[in-house]
């Protein structure tokens, strides 16, 4: 089942953190970025936050799922929906552990001799 375009849109707004979260399709679900962060996934309309010390630390009680098949489990925060404070903390706390996005290399273009 697809993740509802309406759901991954109340999530962000839930966070509350303006224009910083983002969000991309991605195989038919969504991947959602803080600050070009990839921090969590939108999958089966339920949020999968990146596993790190800040979901031990913030949220260790969190049910574990795999977002898509074969995947390894995540931490499933939908029970922070009802608490955007709480969410919005593990998404930042998440997304300052994460590496920074990787440079996109440019496009090689040809040309026709």
Do not use: H, W
């Not at 969190?62 to 009802?82: S, T």
């Amino acid at each position: 089942m697809a993740t509802d375009i309406s759901f991954v849109e109340y999530v962000v707004e839930t966070a509350g953190l303006g224009s910083r979260l983002t969000y991309k399709k991605l195989f038919g679900e969504f991947a959602l970025y803080l600050d070009g962060k990839v921090v969590a996934f939108a999958c089966d309309n339920s949020v999968f936050i990146k596993p790190s010390k800040a979901v031990t630390a913030l949220a260790p009680d969190l049910p574990q799922g795999p977002p898509y098949p074969g995947a390894k489990d995540y931490p499933i925060a939908d029970e922070l929906l009802d608490d955007p404070a709480a969410l919005r903390r593990l998404i930042v706390d998440t997304a300052e552990l994460m590496p920074p996005p990787k440079e996109k290399k440019p496009k090689r273009t040809t040309t026709a001799g």
